[in-house]
């Protein structure tokens, strides 16, 4: 990186070589994490608060395990968006440990956000399963927060590292709403090709 690298992009920094077993374990433990704190502790503990101060969950129509579904599906995006980011880019998802390597392989040929919506997805059917309204806008808010605060440093820092790629990705793939067919990359240069 150059040096017009601005305050906020101080915590960024690149993973070391390590094998790509090493990586995917990485990544493994960052996802157990985000899914205890961010998907299990946080939502129960709102809607816990809920009950606490009289507000009755809803109930959703049809069988109680429908969410299950859901959460899985989206849950299989984040895991395998993961394993993605840590076996093409050999690095993960982190920006204490980001990848060495841009990666533009699988889902991120389609949205560039492909772990965002996974994770807030998953969120959004926590909160169904929960019957908690207060579950759903705090996902609703962790969204904007995560468009807003996290992901213009997130992608300064990727225009300063990877350069004129990142650029024409940035400017072909959209952010939330996936792409109808696959981005290609003009350059071969850049890693980002399906092997």
């Not at 920006?95 to 991120?108: A, E, H, K, S």
């Not at 169904?128 to 820092?157: C, D, K, M, Q």
Request: aromatic content about 18%; some cysteine.
């Amino acid at each position: 990186m150059s040096e017009e690298n601005p305050w906020y992009l101080k915590g960024f920094r690149k993973a070391r070589a390590a094998s790509a077993g090493w990586n995917l374990f990485k990544t493994a433990l960052h996802t157990c994490f985000f899914w205890s704190i961010f998907l299990f502790l946080i939502p129960f503990g709102i809607s816990r608060l809920e009950v606490a101060l009289g507000v009755t969950p809803y109930t959703l129509p049809g069988p109680s395990w429908w969410p299950w579904i859901g959460f899985a599906a989206f849950g299989a995006l984040g895991l395998s968006t993961g394993a993605i980011m840590a076996y093409f880019g050999r690095g993960t998802p982190l920006p204490l440990d980001y990848p060495n390597q841009l990666v533009i392989v699988g889902p991120y040929r389609y949205v560039r956000n492909p772990m965002a919506i996974a994770g807030l997805t998953q969120g959004i059917f926590v909160g169904l399963y929960f019957g908690s309204y207060l579950t759903i806008l705090y996902v609703i808010a962790g969204g904007i927060i995560w468009n807003v605060f996290a992901r213009p440093p997130e992608e300064h820092h990727l225009e300063l590292e990877f350069g004129q790629a990142y650029k024409d990705y940035k400017d072909a793939v959209p952010c939330w709403i996936p792409r109808h067919s696959p981005y290609t990359s003009p350059s071969s240069s850049d890693g980002g090709e399906e092997p």
